[in-house]
């Protein structure tokens, strides 16, 4: 049964003018890349793993997660830094 809703999307069709994206598994060496990335600085051990996890199904959404968590972490402590700051 076909939703009315829900577009038609192809596998070779253009979504947004990009090109749909195949997940590649990370390599051991991605993966090695991968955790000395998210542990240069203090994450939890979840964090970690799950990067990890995700690695093993797509390499490009794992880095992803992992940019999006560091660029998480320094926000929310600069947003601590500023309003302590203010506080004085």
């Known amino acids: 049964m076909a939703y009315p809703t829900m577009p038609n999307i192809r596998v070779n069709q253009k979504l947004s003018s990009e090109q749909l994206e195949i997940p590649i598994a990370a390599t051991e060496e991605d993966s090695v890349l991968l955790a000395e990335k ?3 600085v203090a994450v939890p051990l979840k964090v970690l793993l799950q990067a990890l996890t995700i690695a093993t ?3 490009t959404a794992a880095f992803r997660y992992a940019d999006q968590y560091l660029r998480k972490t320094k926000k929310s402590k ?3 830094l500023q309003s302590f700051s203010n506080s004085r």
Request: proline letters at 0%.
């Open 38 to 40: 998210l542990t240069s």
């Open 57 to 59: 199904y797509d390499k």
């Open 78 to 80: 600069w947003i601590f």
